[in-house]
């Protein structure tokens, strides 16, 4: 299963449709955050994926969760958009929070740095921004081989 992962697309509607446009096996869409709008209009145009979505500081006025967690392909996922967790300074706190939800996978946006790594059982990502020049999103795979994250430039 290949899930989409983005986040502060901030208004870019047309950036967040040319990337999903680019990843057609991608079943699942996981919006961070910082584009509530732009992605409650791709959920309606990609009516055949799942979309999950949760707050980002910038979505004044959303009823959106802050954070979220599902499970697919025997794997415990925990996404947030970050600024909860102070992810700016250091990565311990939602860390932390994931290792207590025993997750599997991290996902989390707010920084606009693109990251992924593995930290004892754990892996980690962060989409990046999706807005502007260097807008950047990430993949994850679950495989019957195990977890594989990857991060696209657009």
Same mark, same amino acid.
């Given at each position: 299963?290949?899930?989409?992962?983005?986040?502060? #697309?901030?208004?870019?509607?047309?950036?967040l449709r040319t990337a999903?446009?680019r990843q057609p096996k991608?079943?699942?869409?996981?919006?961070? !955050?910082?584009?509530?709008?732009?992605?409650?209009?791709?959920?309606?145009?990609?009516?055949e994926k799942m979309f999950?979505?949760?707050?980002?500081?910038?979505?004044?006025?959303? #009823?959106?969760?802050?954070? &979220?967690? =599902?499970?697919?392909? !025997?794997?415990? =996922?925990?996404?947030?958009? !970050?600024?909860?967790?102070?992810?700016?300074?250091?990565?311990?706190?939602?860390?932390?929070?994931?290792?207590?939800?025993?997750?599997? =996978?991290?996902?989390?946006?707010?920084?606009?740095?693109?990251? #992924?790594?593995?930290?004892?059982?754990?892996?980690?990502?962060?989409?990046?921004?999706?807005? !502007? #020049?260097?807008?950047?999103? &990430?993949?994850?795979?679950?495989?019957?081989?195990?977890?594989?994250?990857?991060?696209?430039?657009?």
């Amino acid at each position: 299963m290949r899930i989409f992962v983005t986040s502060d #697309t901030h208004r870019d509607e047309y950036a967040l449709r040319t990337a999903i446009l680019r990843q057609p096996k991608a079943e699942v869409v996981i919006h961070l !955050g910082d584009g509530e709008e732009e992605a409650s209009l791709m959920k309606a145009n990609f009516p055949e994926k799942m979309f999950l979505q949760v707050r980002g500081n910038c979505d004044w006025g959303s #009823t959106l969760p802050t954070i &979220g967690e =599902i499970t697919l392909e !025997g794997k415990k =996922i925990f996404y947030t958009h !970050g600024h909860a967790y102070n992810v700016k300074y250091s990565l311990y706190q939602i860390v932390c929070a994931a290792r207590e939800r025993k997750a599997d =996978i991290l996902l989390f946006g707010h920084t606009h740095q693109p990251l #992924t790594d593995y930290e004892d059982g754990l892996y980690l990502m962060n989409p990046g921004s999706l807005h !502007g #020049t260097e807008g950047s999103y &990430g993949i994850v795979d679950l495989t019957p081989a195990g977890i594989v994250t990857n991060l696209v430039r657009l």
